[in-house]
Nanobody, 125 residues
Framework: QVQLEESGGGLVQVGDSLRLSCAAS????????FSWFRQAPGKEREWIAG????????YYADSVQGRSTISVDNIKNTMYLQMNSLKSEDTAVYYC??????????????????WGQGTQVTVSS
C-alpha cells in the first residue's frame, strides 16, 4: 500500500512560480511511475507531467512543456512539480498519482493505482 499527499498549492498571480510537493509513504520502489494530474471545475482530469521513481524518463504535456520541471527526491520520498510563468489556465486541483509498473502510457488515468487528495492552485490576474 502506498499513500500520497500533495502540498504547496495556494493563491498566486499570473507569472508567479510554485513548487508542488507529493510526499509518498509505503512500499515504493524504483519501478514506480509517478505523475501529476490536474482538474479544473467542470473539466476532465488532465495529465501534465510524469517521472519514474529513479528520476528517469521525464515527460510533459504540451500545456506545461517548457515552464515546468518534475523531479524526485528519494531521500525525502517526495516528488515535486516546479511550475513557472503561471497562467490563469493553470488554476485547478493538482493531484499526484503512482503506478507500480515501470512503464505504461503516461496520460492514461486508469493506469495509476494510487492517488493523493489534491492541492488547490489558484492563479489570479
Amino acid at each position: 500500500q502506498v499513500q500520497l499527499e500533495e502540498s504547496g498549492g495556494g493563491l498566486v498571480q499570473v507569472g508567479d512560480s510554485l513548487r508542488l510537493s507529493c510526499a509518498a509513504s509505503g512500499h515504493t520502489s524504483s519501478s514506480f511511475r509517478f505523475s501529476w494530474f490536474r482538474q479544473a471545475p467542470g473539466k476532465e482530469r488532465e495529465w501534465i507531467a510524469g517521472i519514474r521513481w529513479n528520476g528517469s524518463g521525464r515527460y510533459y504535456a504540451d500545456s506545461v512543456q517548457g515552464r515546468s520541471t518534475i523531479s524526485v527526491d528519494n531521500i525525502k520520498n517526495t516528488m515535486y512539480l516546479q511550475m513557472n510563468s503561471l497562467k490563469s489556465e493553470d488554476t485547478a486541483v493538482y493531484y499526484c498519482a503512482a503506478d507500480p509498473r515501470h512503464a505504461g502510457i503516461w496520460h492514461r488515468e486508469h493506469e495509476y493505482e494510487y492517488w493523493g487528495q489534491g492541492t488547490q492552485v489558484t492563479v489570479s490576474s
